[in-house]
Structure formats: C-alpha cells, structure tokens
C-alpha cells in the first residue's frame, strides 16, 4: 500500500503558517471539514462529454447556468453554481471546422457571461463583459470552430463577477478535434485513456459554503484554496485501465500557479500546450501552469504501480517571495505554508493488475505530433507594450489608486484600449513591474511565445498559447496575427488570469478594424 499521508498536505496543513486572522479561520473551518471528509479513495469525477446534437448542419449545444448544491465532503451541502450540474459543466466535444452554436441559459438569478477561452471568433460571440446575459435569458452564439485539435475551456466573464462567479462553479473544458490529431496514434476513448483534468483549489466556511472574500489581501494575491481539487473531487482516485493515459490539465484556479508532477518522480511527456499539439513530445517531471493556462500530458503506467499526481511548491515561491516593504511580507506570509521538497498530492493514481491490450489504446508515443508554420517578427507591422503593475499603501486603501494595472490604466467597459488593423502581425510585448508573476491572456487569437527577457523559450512553450505566465522583472514577447473578425464597435479583451486582478480592472479592450 502506498501512503496517504500527503493527500492535500501543504494545503490544509499549511494553516497554521497562515498569520492573517480571516485566512486563519478559513483554514481551520476548511482544515475541520476535510477530516469528515472521504477516506481518499472517492472515485474521480469525470465530467460527462458532452457533443451537443447537430441540427442542420449546425452542432448545437444546449448550456443551462444553474445554482446547485454539492457533497464536496459527505452529507455536507455546499451552494454551488453550474453549468448543466450542480458544479462546474460537461466537457464539450467538437471539431475543427464545424459550425457551433451555444444556446446559453442563465437561470442562476444574476446577471453572467459564458466565454469561450482561447477561440478565435467574431467578438459578440466571444462572451465576454459586452456580452451580458441577463436572468432567465438565453444567448445563442454561432460560429465556425477555426481551432487546432486542443483543449480550451469555458467560463463566467462577467464584470468584476468573474472571479466570484467561477469559484462558485461557473466553468468547464472543451475539447477540439481535427482530422490530423485522430490520425495520431494517441490516447483520445474520453474517461478511458484520454481524462480531463480541472484543478482548483477552495476554502470552506463551517457551514459547508464555500469562503470567498474580496478584501484587499485577496484582491491582490488572489483566493488561495485551502485544498486542492480535480473535476470538483477532494482526494479523488483514478483507476487507469491502459499503459498510456493521457490527462487533459486546466489550471482553473482563480489564482493558484499549479507545479504538477508524480510522487515517484517519473518522467512524463507533454504534447499540448494551450491551443494546439507541439511539434514533437517534450519530455518533463514537471509541468507549470498559470491560471488560465492548459497542457496535455501523457504518462506512462506500464510499471503498474500506484502514484500520486502532486502539486510541487515553486523554487523561489512562484516569483511571490520577493519584493520589499508591505507588500513583499505579504507576499511571503502567503506563499508560506509548504516547506520545501513537499508538496500536495491531489490524485491517486491507480493502474489496473491486467492493462488493456494495445490494439484498444495507444502503445507507444509518435514522436512527430504537429508542424506548424511561424510567423516571422520581420512581418510584424509593430510592437505594442504593455506593462503589468501593482501598488499598495494608504493611496489604495482609501480607494484613491487602484492596486493593479495595465499601462496604468484600469479597465473601463466604454474606453477601447488598442486599435488593430485587421490581417496584421503584431509583437506584444508585456513586462511585469509588480512583484509577483502574472498569467497574461489575448483573446481571439493564439500566439507563439518569440523570448523570455531575450531568451527562447522552453520547449514545451515554443506550441500555441493563448496565456503566458509573466514572472515579475520579466519581459515575454509574443508574435500574432488578428485575421477574419472586424468590428470596430465590440472589442476583445486582454487581461490577467488571476481572476481577483481581473476583476479589479487588471484588463483592457482591444477592437479589430477593416
Ligand atoms: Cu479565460 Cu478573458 O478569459
Ligand atoms: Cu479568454
Ligand atoms: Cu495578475
């Protein structure tokens, strides 16, 4: 038998580290819960697939945002929201090329949007703040699927809502396939061998509910849940029926930077990075992932032994450590709590004595996944800056300053930020002032990460991104192209993933014209 002892350790177990009176309760209710909580042998939820129905010729998905309740720990109600469930939503399934359309229901009592992370759209579908659905209406976007086979995701973009909103429950995975990647010889029977992964992490009040707050401490760092869960499971286990398994991850958490990797310390492979394959499988132990931020990976189960999937605590604590004055000791107190070398584990991962036989699943890894061309920075019509900023201090806690921003700026439905020329190449280029590290997403398009402070990046970084992890002091430049959607009246936006900065206007708008 392996041991449990790390089963959300770190997590719970970093309680007593935690200073702030507020987090302290928090921890102590959530720490109180998990020991009623299951023995860690829950099965994995996997949430069902879902692949809508084509209605001439249209692939047509019906979405019912919802309130719910739900058992996180046994014969305890939690309120939740979801989309067609209590919490979270069905993976969508579609393909490259199809005509998709979302008849978006919102029966949760308050206003909501539904965004659909990563896809490149006309921008009154993209579900954004413009794209408000009020309660007891339902929105029905339609568009084509201009996507390479990836897994992107869906969630709440409502204004200043957001953050509040998805750790409610208000998101979920999509899955987009194409001809070339089921050519593949890799692991794809979903639940089988190709397994959905959402990470999140909650606090709980004593009551069950969960713990939200929007003081200035998580307005800055973010909420931190005290425990860590996948598909909505505290302490789940999967019983993997192949050699090969390959788990779709979406670091889904409003602000927790996820360092994953296996308890025995086995390799594994990546093959996707946030919207498409990579050239070729990048062998790794770890795997880092900002909020907003997908990778799949391929793991090897062929020795049979049971291992965990363990959330690794950051070298230099995620970049959070450092800083002076207010609000570096926040920042240090906060990332506190893991003592080096440990980590979390979140799913214990089961192979089965007798593994199904190769022809039912993917033996062996291709080594060539997707070649796809790059654009070069010398058709690039300019460079646009951006630079990410906090602050802290009696300026913003009077409300006189804002504690984040972009270019100085903080966000504003009615100003629009960036002009682009339709068919352009541009470089963005994004720098970090603050001094903990910040996942910076684009929406509409994918882009190739062009260098880290000047250098290339890592290989698992060089597929298509649409968020990339800025680390404080760094600059990170990405190359793009706004092709097929003007509309000079509805932008798109770019903001942090860090949903807390987010919504305290960490964001700005950008329009594509003709
Ligand atoms: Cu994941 Cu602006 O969104
Ligand atoms: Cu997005
Ligand atoms: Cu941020």
Same mark, same amino acid.
């Given at each position: 038998?392996?041991?449990?002892?790390?089963?959300?350790?770190?997590?719970?177990?970093?309680?007593?580290?935690?200073?702030?009176?507020?987090?302290?309760?928090?921890?102590?209710?959530?720490?109180?819960?998990?020991?009623?909580?299951?023995?860690?042998?829950?099965?994995?939820?996997?949430?069902?697939?879902?692949?809508?129905?084509?209605?001439?010729?249209?692939?047509?998905?019906?979405?019912?945002?919802?309130?719910?309740?739900?058992?996180?720990?046994?014969?305890?109600?939690?309120?939740?929201?979801?989309?067609?469930?209590?919490?979270?939503?069905?993976?969508?399934?579609?393909?490259?090329?199809?005509? %998709? *359309? &979302?008849? +978006?229901? =919102?029966?949760?009592?308050?206003?909501?949007?539904?965004?659909?992370?990563?896809?490149?759209? #006309?921008?009154?579908?993209?579900?954004?703040?413009?794209?408000?659905?009020?309660?007891?209406?339902?929105?029905?976007?339609?568009?084509?699927?201009?996507?390479h086979?990836a897994?992107?995701?869906?969630?709440?973009?409502?204004?200043?809502?957001?953050?509040?909103?998805?750790?409610?429950?208000?998101?979920?995975?999509?899955?987009?396939?194409?001809?070339?990647?089921?050519?593949?010889?890799?692991?794809?029977?979903?639940?089988?061998?190709?397994?959905?992964?959402?990470?999140?992490?909650?606090?709980?009040?004593?009551?069950?509910?969960?713990?939200?707050?929007?003081?200035?401490?998580?307005?800055?760092?973010?909420?931190?849940?005290?425990?860590?869960?996948?598909?909505?499971?505290?302490?789940?286990?999967?019983?993997?029926?192949?050699?090969? %398994? *390959? &788990?779709? +991850?979406? =670091?889904?958490?409003?602000?927790?930077?996820?360092?994953?990797?296996?308890?025995?310390?086995? #390799?594994?492979?990546q093959i996707a990075t946030d919207g498409a394959l990579l050239e070729?499988?990048v062998?790794?132990?770890?795997?880092?992932?900002?909020?907003?931020?997908?990778g799949?990976?391929?793991?090897?189960?062929?020795?049979?032994?049971?291992?965990?999937?363990?959330?690794?605590?950051?070298?230099?604590?995620?970049?959070?450590?450092?800083?002076?004055?207010?609000?570096?000791?926040?920042?240090?107190?906060?990332?506190?709590?893991?003592?080096?070398?440990?980590?979390?584990?979140?799913?214990?991962?089961?192979?089965?004595?007798?593994?199904?036989?190769?022809?039912?699943?993917?033996?062996?890894?291709?080594?060539?996944l997707l070649?796809l061309?790059?654009?070069?920075?010398?058709?690039?019509?300019?460079?646009?800056?951006?630079?990410?900023?906090? *602050?802290?201090?009696?300026?913003?806690?009077?409300?006189?300053?804002?504690?984040?921003?972009?270019?100085?700026?903080?966000?504003?439905?009615?100003?629009?930020?960036?002009?682009?020329?339709?068919?352009?190449?541009?470089?963005?280029?994004?720098?970090?002032?603050?001094?903990?590290?910040?996942?910076?997403?684009?929406?509409?398009?994918q882009?190739h990460i062009?260098?880290?402070?000047?250098?290339?990046?890592?290989?698992n970084e060089r597929g298509l991104k649409?968020?990339?992890?800025?680390?404080?002091?760094?600059?990170?430049?990405?190359?793009?192209?706004?092709?097929?959607?003007?509309?000079?009246?509805?932008?798109?936006?770019?903001?942090?993933?860090?949903?807390?900065?987010?919504?305290?206007?960490?964001?700005?708008?950008?329009?594509?014209?003709?």
């Amino acid at each position: 038998m392996i041991t449990r002892r790390n089963f959300n350790k770190g997590a719970v177990a970093g309680a007593a580290a935690i200073a702030a009176a507020p987090l302290l309760d928090t921890y102590m209710s959530t720490q109180a819960l998990a020991q009623n909580a299951p023995a860690p042998s829950r099965p994995l939820n996997i949430p069902p697939l879902y692949a809508g129905k084509i209605s001439g010729g249209v692939r047509v998905f019906d979405l019912n945002m919802r309130r719910g309740n739900t058992e996180f720990f046994p014969g305890v109600k939690t309120p939740t929201l979801g989309i067609n469930a209590d919490f979270l939503g069905p993976v969508l399934h579609m393909s490259a090329g199809e005509q %998709v *359309r &979302f008849n +978006v229901k =919102n029966s949760l009592g308050e206003p909501t949007t539904l965004h659909w992370h990563g896809f490149h759209l #006309p921008a009154k579908h993209d579900g954004g703040p413009h794209q408000e659905i009020a309660p007891g209406q339902t929105w029905s976007p339609q568009f084509e699927i201009k996507q390479h086979a990836a897994s992107f995701w869906y969630h709440s973009h409502m204004l200043h809502q957001t953050a509040a909103q998805v750790w409610r429950g208000l998101a979920g995975m999509m899955i987009v396939d194409d001809a070339h990647a089921r050519a593949l010889s890799l692991p794809a029977t979903y639940g089988v061998d190709d397994i959905p992964l959402v990470l999140q992490d909650r606090s709980f009040n004593r009551d069950g509910s969960l713990s939200y707050s929007t003081d200035m401490h998580n307005t800055m760092m973010g909420n931190l849940g005290a425990l860590l869960m996948v598909n909505g499971s505290i302490n789940a286990t999967f019983a993997a029926k192949t050699k090969l %398994v *390959r &788990f779709r +991850v979406l =670091n889904a958490s409003n602000a927790r930077f996820w360092t994953i990797g296996f308890s025995d310390e086995r #390799p594994f492979h990546q093959i996707a990075t946030d919207g498409a394959l990579l050239e070729r499988p990048v062998r790794l132990t770890r795997l880092s992932l900002g909020p907003g931020e997908r990778g799949e990976i391929i793991v090897d189960l062929g020795d049979r032994k049971p291992v965990f999937l363990r959330n690794f605590p950051l070298p230099d604590g995620g970049g959070m450590m450092g800083g002076g004055g207010m609000m570096g000791r926040m920042m240090r107190r906060r990332g506190g709590g893991m003592s080096a070398g440990e980590g979390a584990d979140f799913l214990q991962i089961i192979p089965a004595s007798a593994q199904a036989p190769a022809s039912t699943s993917a033996a062996t890894l291709p080594n060539k996944l997707l070649s796809l061309p790059r654009l070069n920075p010398a058709d690039a019509a300019r460079t646009r800056r951006f630079v990410l900023d906090m *602050r802290m201090g009696p300026m913003v806690m009077m409300g006189i300053s804002n504690p984040v921003s972009i270019n100085g700026k903080v966000m504003k439905l009615n100003r629009i930020d960036e002009v682009i020329k339709l068919g352009d190449t541009e470089i963005w280029e994004i720098s970090n002032r603050s001094p903990m590290p910040h996942p910076f997403h684009i929406h509409d398009i994918q882009f190739h990460i062009l260098d880290r402070d000047g250098r290339p990046p890592a290989a698992n970084e060089r597929g298509l991104k649409d968020t990339v992890v800025v680390n404080r002091g760094e600059t990170v430049r990405v190359i793009t192209k706004f092709e097929d959607y003007a509309d000079a009246q509805t932008p798109y936006m770019y903001h942090c993933h860090i949903l807390e900065h987010e919504d305290a206007g960490m964001m700005g708008q950008f329009t594509v014209v003709a």
